[in-house]
């Protein structure tokens, strides 16, 4: 997996500037070329707005419990919302959860998700790697961002 924010990282690579620091994005030119297939991800976060809503981690997506939500793939408004997880290998449509079968996977992607609150924040707690949308302090044009 990868993301459009590897772009800019991976296009400063290839172009030989190796001093990009500070932005989100990885270099996946490894993964373009064919020389890797590994993802740089440990894990991706879905988000609806403000509210992380499930994590991915390789073949497995888990949609974490929710009390309340806005709009939702996989819950509805009045039901008990436990965690749904599904194996995107064999299960592409996420049809059929499989989170009892495998409590140490759930256990392992609801760890992740507890980082992400942290760093990434979460519906009415802010994280501590938040801010705010295109911003840079200080920018100025040519500079190497640090």
């Known amino acids: 997996l990868c993301t459009t924010m590897d772009l ?25 070329t064919g020389n890797s297939g590994q ?5 991706f976060y879905y988000y609806e707005r ?42 592409i449509g996420c049809q059929e959860n499989v989170a009892e079968q495998h409590p140490a996977i759930v256990a392992r992607l609801l760890a992740l998700a507890d980082e992400a609150r942290a760093d990434l924040g979460d519906r009415g707690r802010p ?8 911003k840079i302090e200080g920018p100025a044009v040519g500079q190497v961002m640090k």
């Open 8 to 32: 800019l990282p991976t296009c400063a690579t290839l172009a030989g500037e190796d001093k990009i620091h500070a932005i989100d994005g990885h270099d996946i030119g490894n993964l373009l």
């Open 39 to 43: 993802s740089p991800y440990e894990a």
């Open 50 to 91: 403000d509210q992380l809503q499930a994590v991915r981690s390789g073949k497995w997506k888990l949609f974490v419990p929710l009390q309340e939500f806005t709009r939702h793939p996989h819950f509805r408004k009045g039901t008990r919302a436990e965690p749904l997880l599904f194996d995107l290998v064999g299960d």
């Open 127 to 134: 994280g501590t790697g938040q801010r705010p949308p295109g």
